[in-house]
C-alpha cells in the first residue's frame, strides 16, 4: 500500500475531531491525498509540507483541505501523538504528524519560507515576520489554523481551499492597511492560496466579546459603537476605491433576496409563514437604482478588534474577508451594496443582547438600540443608508442566521428566528427597538 492510503486513514480519525473541519458529522472520508513540494530543505528534520486531502460525502460535492504534515524519524516527534507510521521514498521509515500543533516544525516552515522560498511565496514585507519569534497554534475558535508569531505577526493557514486567490488575501493586499491589518505575504500553490502572513494587532478585545461584556452589565456601548460605524464607512471607502463601484438595479436585488429567502424556507419550515410579509419587504427595492462594490460580506462583531486609543489610529481593526461560509466562492466575491455590512453590524447589535440578564428586558433592548443609533449616526455621518434598504438587507441577514444557526448551533436559532419576526412587524409600522427613521 502507499504511504497516502495508509495516512489517509489516520487523517480521518482527526479530522473528525479537528475544530476547523467544517465537514464533521456528514460521513466524510479522505478519499485522495497529494503531496505538494517539501518547504524545509533535504536532510534536515522536522521535515515539513502541505499536503491536499480531498475529502468526499455521501450527500454532496467532494472538497479539498489543506494538511500542514510535519515529518520525522520514529520515536523522535516531538507531539504528545503522532497520527502514524509510513515509509516514504525520500526519507524512509517516518511519524507523521498535524506540523501546527509543534512549534519546532512552525519554526522550521517559516525560516524555510523566508530563506529559500518556493515559487508560490510572495512576499511583500518579508522584514515584518520574525524566524525567531515563538510560535504556537492560535486556541481560539477558527474555521482556518492561525499561527501567531510574536507580537509582530500571524500566519493563517487556509484549511477548505478553491481554486484561485483567497479573498482575505486579495482584499487585505490592496488595502492601505489602516482599518484591516497589513500583508507581509502569501502562499501559493498550483491553483491555492495556502496561507498568508499579516500584521498581528496586540492589545486588542475581540468586538463580540466586548459589546456583550458591556451588554451583561448594561454599560453603554454606544460610543464604541459609533467609532465602529465610522470605521466601516472608512473601509467601504477603501473598498471603493481599491475595487471600483457598479449598479445594480433593485428589482435584481429583491428577486435574489426573495430567491435566497425561498431556498431557507425549505430548509427551515418556521420561515415559510412569513412568505407574504418577506415579499412585501424585498419588494420596496424595485425601481431603485443601487450602487454596488466590494463589501466585507459577513461583518459583525467578532470580525472587528477594538484597541486602545492612540493618536490618529482607528480604534477598530476589521478582519476576515472570507464572506458567509454557506455562500460560493464565486457569490461572495461578487459587488454588493454596502448596506450590508452595515446590516450585519446591527444584526450582530442585536444578538449581543443575549448576554444581558433578561435579554428581553427594557434595559437590554434599550441597549440594543442606543447602540444601533449610534452605529448608525457614526456610519451614516459618512455614508447615509436608506431606511428601505437598510429593511430589506437586515431581513435577509436574520433569515440567513436562520439557516445557519438551525445547521451550527440550533440552541441559538430563536436570536434570529425571533429578528425576522421582528423585522416583519416593524416593517408594517409596527413597534421598533430602533430610532424611528430607521
Ligand atoms: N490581525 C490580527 N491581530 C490579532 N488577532 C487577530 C488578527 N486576525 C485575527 N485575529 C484573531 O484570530 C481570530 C480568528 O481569526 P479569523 O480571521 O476570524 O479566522 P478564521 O478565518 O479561521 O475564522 C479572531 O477572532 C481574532 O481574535
Ligand atoms: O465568523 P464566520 O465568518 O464563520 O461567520 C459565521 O459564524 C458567525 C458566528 O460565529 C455567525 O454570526 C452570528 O452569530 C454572532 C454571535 O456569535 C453574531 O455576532 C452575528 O451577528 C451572527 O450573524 C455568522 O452569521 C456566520 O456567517
Known amino acids: 500500500m502507499s504511504w497516502a492510503a495508509d495516512a489517509a486513514a489516520a487523517w480521518q480519525r482527526h479530522l473528525e475531531q479537528a475544530r476547523w473541519f467544517s465537514g464533521k458529522g ?37 472538497e479539498v483541505f489543506q494538511l500542514l504534515v510535519g515529518y520525522v524519524r520514529p520515536g523522535t516527534a516531538d507531539v504528545p501523538a503522532p497520527l502514524g507510521r509510513v515509509r516514504l521514498d525520500d526519507l524512509g521509515e517516518v511519524e507523521f504528524f498535524d506540523a501546527t500543533e509543534d512549534g519546532g516544525s512552525l519554526t522550521a516552515l517559516v525560516d524555510a519560507l523566508l530563506t529559500s522560498p518556493p515559487p508560490g511565496m510572495r512576499w511583500l514585507e518579508p522584514s515584518a515576520v520574525d524566524p525567531g519569534a515563538r510560535m504556537r497554534r492560535y486556541r481560539g475558535e477558527q474555521s482556518n489554523t492561525t499561527v501567531v508569531l510574536g507580537d509582530g505577526a500571524l500566519l493563517k493557514l487556509f484549511r477548505k481551499l478553491e481554486p484561485g486567490a483567497n479573498l482575505d488575501a486579495e482584499v487585505l493586499e490592496r488595502l492601505p492597511g489602516e482599518i484591516t491589518p497589513r500583508l507581509f505575504g502569501v502562499l501559493r500553490a498550483d491553483d491555492y492560496d495556502l496561507g498568508m502572513f499579516y500584521q498581528r494587532i496586540t492589545g486588542i478585545t475581540d468586538g463580540w466579546v466586548f459589546a456583550t461584556s458591556a451588554a451583561a452589565a448594561t454599560s453603554s456601548f454606544a460610543e464604541a459603537s459609533a467609532d465602529l460605524g465610522h470605521a466601516l464607512a472608512v473601509l467601504h471607502d477603501e473598498l471603493a476605491s481599491a475595487f471600483g463601484t457598479a449598479e445594480r438595479s433593485g428589482d435584481e436585488l429583491a428577486e435574489v433576496m426573495l430567491d435566497r429567502y425561498q431556498v431557507a424556507a425549505e430548509a427551515v419550515p418556521e420561515l415559510a409563514v412569513h412568505a407574504p410579509a418577506v ?74 443582547r443575549s448576554a444581558a440578564a433578561d435579554p428581553d428586558s427594557s434595559a437590554a433592548l434599550g441597549w440594543t438600540a442606543e447602540a444601533t443609533g449610534a452605529f448608525l449616526d457614526g456610519y451614516g455621518r459618512h455614508r447615509p443608508v436608506q431606511p428601505a434598504i437598510l429593511q430589506a438587507y437586515l431581513l435577509d441577514k436574520a433569515i440567513y442566521e436562520v439557516v445557519y444557526e438551525v445547521r451550527n448551533r440550533p440552541g441559538w436559532a430563536h436570536i434570529p428566528l425571533r429578528a425576522v419576526q421582528d423585522e416583519l412587524v416593524r416593517a408594517q409600522g409596527g413597534p421598533t427597538i430602533r430610532p424611528k427613521e430607521f
Not at 470580525?303 to 466562492?329: C, M, T, Y
Open 279 to 352: 415579499t412585501e419587504v424585498f419588494d420596496r427595492l424595485r425601481g431603485q437604482r443601487l450602487t454596488t462594490q466590494r463589501v466585507h460580506g459577513d461583518f459583525h462583531l467578532g470580525q472587528a478588534l477594538h484597541r486602545p486609543a492612540a493618536d490618529g489610529q482607528s480604534p477598530w481593526v476589521i478582519i476576515d474577508f472570507e464572506g458567509e461560509p454557506l455562500k460560493s466562492l464565486a457569490e461572495r466575491r461578487e459587488f454588493d451594496t454596502p448596506v450590508r455590512d452595515v446590516a450585519g453590524a446591527l444584526r450582530s447589535l442585536d444578538y449581543a
Open 26 to 62: 456528514r460521513s466524510a472520508r479522505v478519499s485522495a491525498l497529494t503531496a505538494l513540494d517539501w518547504y524545509t530543505p533535504a536532510g534536515s528534520w522536522p521535515a515539513v509540507r502541505s499536503e491536499l486531502a480531498t475529502v468526499s460525502y455521501p450527500d454532496g460535492p467532494d
